[in-house]
């Protein structure tokens, strides 16, 4: 042997000896497993949970397997994992994918013998045991006696090997190694196995956490999964409480599932022992056993999720015939379980636990045991439509042979499926079990009051069993089934009425359930009032179906809504209208109306009107209002236009307005009138649907005047008042009228003036006088203007100017051929009809109508306007009268007509007789003249022509 052989088996020996010392206080805690029935392991002393105990996917808080002490024997340290010791590996610590737990791997050996040579069978009566020292058995109960136990190999070396657990089909199987601490173990290392023939492999190693003050004495594989799940129990609160963790085998990842109180108390088993086993559908069943007693909860598969406390399932503890506390537990197909001491193996039916068989001696110092069998199993749960009352819970049951095995309690008031159940327990194949529903004792209501179903499947989803009732007999009728079966229940109420209230609004208007009473009101009784959506038991008979609004209960309408609709529907049937609010309602159905309200549009009505009380027409208005009416929230209203629904002047009415709060202002007043200003306010709601103002809106008169123009004419002037300029000036502002029109101006004081036409001729260059102004303020009496007029606010003035005409005049003179004046001319004057008597006066020099006294000088005065022909009728005496008539008019702008020139008579001839009557003596006088004149007659004629027609 050379020297390095010699100095590896030195230091082999020092690893002995060290590791006896260090494991003498650890073994002097354990309780050995030499000592029959009790298995190794089991006493635990209560403590409490520590504060800090993380939930499930918390670090483990793992550490390096080299600073371990192994609980192990100095005999085993050259056994199968001696090597591995000496290798001394290196642990890597990896995160959980999906989890925040860690795990200290340890590398296998040799990768090469991580591959099974031979998997474990799984088929009825195969049973296998772990032992202390890490072997493991197969125990064939089908084989003869005494060949049953087969020694397959071992998971590794040292002492205190637990949890053994097989997986589905056979491989790998899983252990742990108890390791260090006092009194309980600390730490734990998981080890695989792959079968007879493979190298054990050591998977993790641990410490605690959270705390456990127990022993790991539990191991199973999740057939569903290949997870390996290994725990313990602890006391809390004077009862057991069993801790589950788990090592996920495809995260290679430690991690924390949780715990469940089995409700079982130490003074019924003071110190539980125990196992765990899986179905195929990952649900885990878990032994508690002590003193001769036992029982098998269930943690069903959702619960496996992990985050503390879990809901379990436990059947009634029992008492075992065989007188035994078993540490292990595996099934067979047909759902009858094993369970197992140190030394010998029984059989049992799990619902009555009757002794099936007994196996004595077929165990050798076994601490756990395992199969890879999925058991018969029965799960029952809860399903709660609906509870009569919240204090009603129900107690669900199974029995076999009319004595209860499993129960399970509701707890609260929830509905739906419920989270307590039975199971899975397991049951075992051909056997009949009874599966019963009752009301607990402090229920309010009784079972009667409620309809009950049930069904049962199987895991493929097949039905098995279905019916009404609350009770049933289920036979398991297949090796290996997985039977669920749930009771649903839905309260069979009184007869019911529900009342909704709901709305169709267009308007605006409040949507408070709350403001609302419904009310069913039967032929015979008191209203039954209700609240919106609220459910009333009641009576059946005929009922009227209505609403009452606020405090003051007022009818829909009252309150500015209608019911629109109501719709109520009778369990599943086809919903009906209910025209006139009339309904039936029989026995133990469940009625539902819904009273639907439109709200009533609002109006406002208002007047407008003048000082005076008369109606005005012609305003316009702008209302505005919440949001989403009219055009960002206003409206413009024209007095017989757009919005205005009330034909009459003066009357506005607006309809189809929202409700909310509203203000109303006149932005265009009446023609003549000045606008308001005034802004007002009001609301459309409930207790105001139409809003009417009262008292109309006045709007005062912007101050007018109106000029008339009229004539009082004596000499025959035009009376045309378009040609006349009226006007009407306050300061240097000037209002200019037309005959008849009226203006709107300024109060204050104004200067009435006329002029005439384009020009603006005064009126006497027109030819005419202002005689007068006569104005009338309001209807009032006519006043003569003396002055300026004053204009006061709210006032219509009217003013007439009233004009005389100016008389015409005409002017001429008389001469001989010398210029010397004759008189004594006479004259008729021809004019305009209504002058002198049919238009014809008779003029005489110095004599009728002749206003100028000097002699061969004519002057007329007082002539009317118009035409006029003059014709001289007498001669001055000797003088040839001038036979040709003069043509002249009188007119506004010549109104003295003055003949330029004189009129010349031509002297007489001796013997030419006068042209109009004249005296002979007078002739006489001129007789010697006469032929001096005839030589001169030709040019005097000619001259007078020349004259007259100037």
């Not at 079990?433 to 895991?459: F, G, I, K």
């Not at 229940?489 to 209230?501: P, V, Y």
């Not at 009380?613 to 208005?621: A, F, K, T």
Request: proline residues 5%; contains cysteine; glycine residues 10%.
């Amino acid at each position: 042997m050379s020297s390095a052989v010699s100095r590896r088996g030195l230091v082999a020996l020092l690893a002995i000896l060290i590791s006896a010392m260090l494991i003498l206080p650890i073994t002097g805690a354990v309780a050995t497993q030499t000592t029959p029935p009790s298995p190794r392991g089991v006493a635990s002393t209560p403590e409490q949970d520590p504060a800090s105990s993380p939930s499930a996917g918390e670090s483990l808080g793992l550490e390096d397997s080299s600073q371990l002490q192994d609980v192990e024997s100095s005999a085993a340290a050259s056994t199968t994992l001696t090597e591995v010791q000496e290798e001394k590996p290196s642990l890597s610590v990896e995160a959980s994918q999906g989890s925040s737990a860690a795990v200290a791997r340890v590398e296998p050996l040799d990768s090469a013998q991580a591959a099974a040579e031979s998997a474990l069978v799984c088929e009825p009566g195969y049973v296998y045991s772990n032992r202390g020292g890490g072997e493991v058995d197969q125990i064939n109960l089908n084989a003869a006696p005494g060949n049953q136990r087969t020694q397959l190999g071992s998971v590794g070396a040292g002492s205190s090997y637990n949890g053994l657990g097989v997986g589905a089909n056979g491989s790998p199987s899983y252990a742990y190694q108890r390791l260090r601490g006092s009194p309980y173990p600390t730490h734990t290392r998981i080890i695989r196995w792959d079968g007879p023939g493979s190298t054990p492999q050591r998977i993790a190693d641990y410490r605690h956490s959270p705390a456990f003050s127990g022993y790991m004495v539990a191991g199973a594989v999740d057939l569903a999964t290949g997870d390996y799940y290994f725990g313990g129990y602890e006391t809390q609160n004077g009862q057991h409480r069993f801790r589950v963790w788990r090592y996920a085998a495809a995260r290679n990842t430690v991690e924390y599932v949780g715990f469940t109180d089995t409700g079982i108390s130490t003074t019924t088993i003071s110190a539980a022992n125990g196992d765990i086993a899986f179905n195929d559908q990952g649900d885990l069943l878990f032994l508690v056993s002590g003193n001769s007693k036992a029982a098998i909860g269930t943690i069903s598969v959702n619960q496996l999720v992990g985050g503390g406390n879990m809901q379990s399932s436990v059947t009634e503890v029992v008492s075992l015939t065989s007188s035994t506390s078993a540490n292990g537990i595996a099934f067979d197909p047909d759902g009858s379980i094993y369970l197992g001491t140190q030394t010998s193996l029984y059989k049992y039916n799990p619902t009555n636990w009757s002794l099936l068989a007994t196996y004595e001696g077929v165990l050798n110092n076994s601490t756990d045991l395992a199969s890879c069998n999925s058991p018969s199993s029965l799960t029952v749960t809860k399903n709660v439509d609906g509870r009569k009352d919240p204090a009603d819970q129900f107690q669900l049951s199974v029995l076999v042979d009319g004595e209860v095995f499993a129960t399970a309690t509701t707890q609260g008031a929830t509905t739906g499926q419920q989270v307590q159940q039975i199971g899975p327990v397991a049951v075992l194949y051909n056997d009949t079990y009874t599966v019963r529903e009752t009301m607990t004792q402090d229920s309010a209501s009784p079972l009667s009051e409620y309809d009950s179903s049930y069904v049962c499947t199987n895991a493929t989803g097949t039905q098995l069993a279905s019916g009404q009732g609350t009770e049933f007999d289920l036979t398991v009728s297949e090796v290996g089934q997985s039977i669920s079966c749930e009771f649903t229940n839905s309260a069979l109420a009184d007869t019911e009425l529900t009342l909704i209230k709901e709305f169709d609004t267009s308007y605006g208007a409040p949507e408070n359930l709350a403001d609302w009473t419904l009310t069913a009101t039967p032929d015979s009784a008191d209203t039954v009032h209700f609240e919106s959506g609220e459910t009333r038991n009641i009576d059946a008979g005929d009922y009227t179906i209505s609403e009452l609004f606020g405090t003051e209960q007022l009818s829909a309408k009252e309150a500015g809504y209608e019911l629109s609709d109501l719709t109520c529907q009778t369990d599943d049937a086809a919903p009906f209208r209910l025209t006139n609010g009339n309904l039936t309602i029989t026995e133990r159905t469940a009625t539902e109306c819904v009273l639907t309200n439109q709200d009533h549009p609002g109006s406002v009505a208002w007047q407008k009107t003048d000082t005076d009380g008369d109606y005005l027409g012609g305003s316009e208005w702008k209302l505005t209002g919440p949001a989403g009416f009219g055009d960002d929230g206003s409206i413009i209203i024209k007095d017989n236009g757009e919005y205005d629904t009330e034909d009459r002047d003066g009357y506005l009415k607006v309809e189809n307005l929202w409700w909310g709060d509203y203000e109303l202002e006149e932005i265009i007043a009446p023609a003549g009138y000045e606008r308001s200003e005034q802004t007002v306010s009001f609301t459309i709601d409930g207790s105001n649907i139409d809003h009417t103002f009262e008292v109309p809106f006045e709007n005062i008169a912007i101050p007018t005047l109106t000029l008339f123009k009229e004539f009082q004419t004596s000499y025959g002037a035009p009376e045309n008042p378009s040609e006349w300029n009226l006007s009407a000036t306050r300061a240097e502002d000037e209002v200019v009228f037309e005959h008849g029109q009226t203006r709107e101006v300024a109060p204050g004081e104004y200067t009435i003036a006329e002029t005439f036409g384009q020009e603006g001729l005064a009126a006497e260059a027109a030819g005419y006088v202002l005689e007068q102004i006569v104005c009338t303020v309001d209807d009032g009496q006519p006043q003569e203007l003396d002055g300026p007029l004053t204009i006061q606010p709210d006032t219509a003035t009217e003013c007439v100017l009233v004009n005389a005409d100016l008389p015409g005049a005409v002017e001429w003179t008389k001469t001989n051929a010398d210029g010397t004046p004759l008189g004594d001319s006479e004259w008729k004057l021809t004019g305009p009809a209504a002058f002198g008597t049919d238009g014809v006066v008779e003029v005489v020099d110095n004599g009728a109508l002749d206003v100028d006294d000097t002699a061969g000088t004519i002057r007329v005065e007082g002539l009317h306007w118009g035409s006029y022909e003059m014709q001289e009728t007498q001669a001055p005496a000797g003088f040839q009268l001038i036979s040709e008539p003069q043509e002249f008019e009188i007119t506004g702008a010549d109104r003295e007509f003055v003949f330029e020139g004189s009129f010349i008579n031509d002297p007489l001839q001796p013997g030419e007789l006068p042209l109009t009557g004249a005296m002979s003596t007078r002739w006489s006088l001129m007789g010697a003249a006469a032929l001096a004149m005839l030589v001169l007659s030709g040019l005097g004629w000619s001259l007078r022509r020349d004259t007259t027609t100037n």
